[in-house]
């Protein structure tokens, strides 16, 4: 059986795939409804399309072009398979898959490449990046195509346009970060399209859109937590947090103290502060 459950949608969706299915299990035949770039994260299964045949194991990209059959096989691997799979809408699979040397292309062996890239999707998908997961999606796909077709991204400097573009974006995204904002809302704003959005602002800014949100969000959140007397929760939900714990645990993260703990260093307690983000004493 296989279970699939949707991490996000919009331009770039992304899908987190179980299969508990094992040898002995009869294959049948599925259709790719749209492009996709799948990560297989665990497990084992063949993968059969276009007349052609590979065996998937964990690190393997599976290429998936709209209208192709396909089939699974279970033979060599009793504890199933996972995958963590990208669909692109029609317009950027174009754009991203439209090279004529991918068009017959199903699959990758496992590349140190795109491992890395796929492990990052992961802990976007998990919640342990600051990467969003549609920005991780474009830059595994972007990956893809560069090692897929033997070519390399742009290296030019930005030009003066992309770099008002950036500005243009991050100001729209700080005025409006309490808002739920996605890529595809900046990349408009900007009036870029996704993949060259998303490339654009990381070259001018240093920062992938979403880490400059979620950091637009830290430092409101820190503002709040030092001026007021305001609850952590109510805080996390006006500075456009939809989840306490993912506040609480980002804010961690990036403090190195919990909101709580910030909120009595800021009201005095200065020592406290000074004794968390202090460097370990040499024995």
Same mark, same amino acid.
């Given at each position: 059986?296989?279970?699939?459950?949707?991490?996000?949608?919009?331009?770039?969706?992304?899908?987190?795939?179980?299969? /508990?299915?094992?040898?002995?299990?009869?294959?049948?035949?599925?259709?790719?409804?749209?492009?996709?770039?799948?990560?297989?994260?665990?497990?084992?299964?063949?993968?059969?399309?276009?007349?052609?045949?590979?065996?998937?194991?964990?690190?393997?990209?599976?290429?998936? #072009?709209?209208?192709?059959?396909?089939?699974?096989?279970?033979?060599?691997?009793?504890?199933? /398979?996972?995958?963590?799979?990208?669909?692109?809408?029609?317009?950027?699979?174009?754009?991203?898959?439209?090279?004529?040397?991918?068009? @017959?292309?199903?699959?990758?062996?496992?590349?140190?490449?795109?491992?890395?890239?796929?492990?990052?999707?992961?802990?976007?998908?998990?919640?342990?990046?600051?990467?969003?997961?549609?920005?991780?999606?474009?830059?595994?796909?972007?990956?893809?195509?560069?090692?897929?077709?033997?070519?390399?991204?742009?290296?030019?400097?930005?030009? *003066?346009?992309? @770099?008002?573009?950036?500005?243009?974006?991050?100001?729209?995204?700080?005025?409006?970060? #309490? %808002?739920?904002?996605?890529?595809?809302?900046?990349?408009?704003?900007?009036?870029?399209?996704? #993949? #060259?959005?998303?490339?654009?602002?990381?070259?001018?800014?240093?920062?992938?859109?979403?880490?400059?949100?979620?950091?637009? %969000?830290? %430092?409101?959140?820190?503002?709040?937590?030092?001026?007021?007397?305001?609850?952590?929760?109510?805080?996390?939900?006006?500075?456009?947090?939809?989840?306490?714990?993912?506040?609480?645990?980002?804010?961690?993260?990036?403090?190195?103290?919990?909101?709580?703990?910030?909120?009595?260093? *800021?009201?005095?307690?200065?020592?406290?502060?000074?004794?968390?983000?202090?460097?370990?004493?040499?024995?």
């Amino acid at each position: 059986m296989v279970t699939a459950t949707q991490l996000s949608g919009g331009a770039v969706a992304a899908v987190d795939y179980r299969c /508990d299915a094992g040898p002995g299990e009869a294959p049948y035949p599925e259709w790719h409804g749209v492009f996709s770039l799948s990560y297989v994260r665990k497990g084992s299964f063949g993968y059969a399309a276009q007349g052609r045949n590979a065996e998937m194991v964990a690190g393997s990209i599976l290429v998936g #072009h709209a209208g192709d059959e396909f089939m699974c096989t279970h033979d060599h691997h009793v504890c199933g /398979d996972e995958c963590l799979s990208f669909q692109l809408a029609p317009e950027l699979a174009e754009a991203i898959s439209g090279h004529r040397a991918l068009r @017959r292309l199903t699959n990758l062996p496992p590349l140190p490449e795109m491992m890395v890239m796929g492990e990052l999707a992961q802990a976007a998908a998990e919640g342990r990046s600051d990467v969003g997961l549609d920005e991780a999606g474009l830059m595994f796909a972007g990956r893809f195509v560069e090692i897929a077709t033997g070519t390399r991204g742009e290296t030019r400097a930005a030009s *003066a346009l992309e @770099r008002r573009r950036a500005v243009r974006a991050a100001l729209y995204m700080d005025e409006y970060s #309490h %808002r739920e904002i996605g890529l595809e809302d900046t990349a408009r704003e900007a009036g870029l399209s996704l #993949h #060259h959005f998303l490339r654009s602002f990381t070259k001018v800014l240093g920062v992938t859109p979403h880490q400059y949100l979620l950091r637009s %969000r830290l %430092r409101h959140a820190a503002r709040l937590l030092a001026d007021g007397e305001r609850s952590v929760t109510d805080i996390a939900y006006d500075v456009g947090f939809g989840d306490l714990s993912n506040f609480v645990r980002t804010f961690r993260r990036a403090a190195g103290v919990s909101p709580r703990e910030f909120r009595k260093a *800021a009201k005095g307690e200065r020592n406290f502060l000074q004794e968390r983000l202090a460097p370990p004493r040499p024995d």
